[in-house]
């Protein structure tokens, strides 16, 4: 029933920036975990951000920290990505995805079981 539809993508120069948005077809309450994912061909699904829908609380793979802020509106029911300081190794689909909250947030995929198809970001040298 819960939906979500990502946005945002497409190719940047290295150095560049670009912004992601998740809608989300409900409302987000303090019961959820909301994450980023992204993947490329050959390889395992990576989390890339983390943001507790409760206490505003946020984690980030260590690639990325410094570069990318995960944030949500939740009057919107949007979920975003600010992604700065690109560079060639961020090339990768990206996907939402939201998990109810039971005893905090994880970055691993099974923990979440609404996701969105993806959208592209490819970062050219």
């Known amino acids: 029933q819960v939906e979500l539809v990502e946005s945002g993508g497409g190719s940047v120069q290295a150095g560049g920036s670009a912004s992601l948005s998740c809608e989300v077809s409900a409302h987000i309450y303090s019961g959820y975990c909301m994450a980023w994912f992204r993947q490329v061909p050959g390889k395992e699904r990576e989390g890339v951000a983390v943001l507790d829908s409760g206490n505003g609380l946020t984690a980030y793979v260590a690639s990325v920290k410094g570069r990318f802020t995960i944030s949500r509106d939740n009057a919107k029911n949007t979920l975003y990505l600010q992604m700065n300081s690109l560079k060639p190794e961020d090339t990768a689909m990206y996907y939402c995805?939201?998990?109810?909250?039971?005893?905090?947030?994880?970055?691993?995929?099974?923990?979440?079981?609404?996701w969105g198809r993806g959208t592209q970001v490819t970062v050219s040298s």
């Open positions: 995805a939201l998990g109810v909250n039971q005893w905090g947030c994880s970055n691993a995929a099974p923990s979440y079981v609404h």
